[in-house]
């Protein structure tokens, strides 16, 4: 399995952004889709997922208003759109796959730098 994560980048405060995650195979339609950050020296946080089931989605409070996840079971593909970026928003975004909520990531994409610029 292979995800490809793109459309990073910088932009001012307020801007947009949609970051693109191209997966291999048909594991969109099965899998616990999902985005998360890196801030430089900070943690890898949750950002957002979406179900497989009934493309019910969740996202972290800092976000939420603002992002949006979404998917094109067709084309293997999870998008985040970002709006009003801020700067504290500034981190490597990285997609991931997991098979459940209650488990453990199974694979991660290489990571898309976002930058936002005050």
């Known amino acids: 399995v292979q995800l490809q994560a793109s459309g990073g980048g910088l932009v001012q405060a307020g801007g947009s952004l949609r970051l693109s995650c191209a997966a291999s195979g048909s594991i969109v339609s099965g899998k616990v889709m999902g985005w998360y950050r890196q801030a430089p020296g900070k943690q890898r946080d949750f950002v957002a997922h979406?179900?497989?089931?009934?493309?019910?989605?969740n996202y972290a409070d800092s976000v939420k208003g603002r992002f949006t996840i979404s998917r094109d079971i067709a084309k293997n593909t999870v998008y985040l759109q970002m709006n009003s970026l801020k700067p504290e928003d500034t981190a490597v975004y990285y997609c991931?796959?997991?098979?459940?909520?209650?488990?453990?990531?199974?694979?991660w994409g290489q990571g898309t730098l976002v930058t936002v610029s005050s």
């Open positions: 979406i179900i497989p089931r009934d493309g019910s989605t």
């Open positions: 991931a796959a997991r098979t459940s909520t209650y488990t453990r990531v199974n694979y």
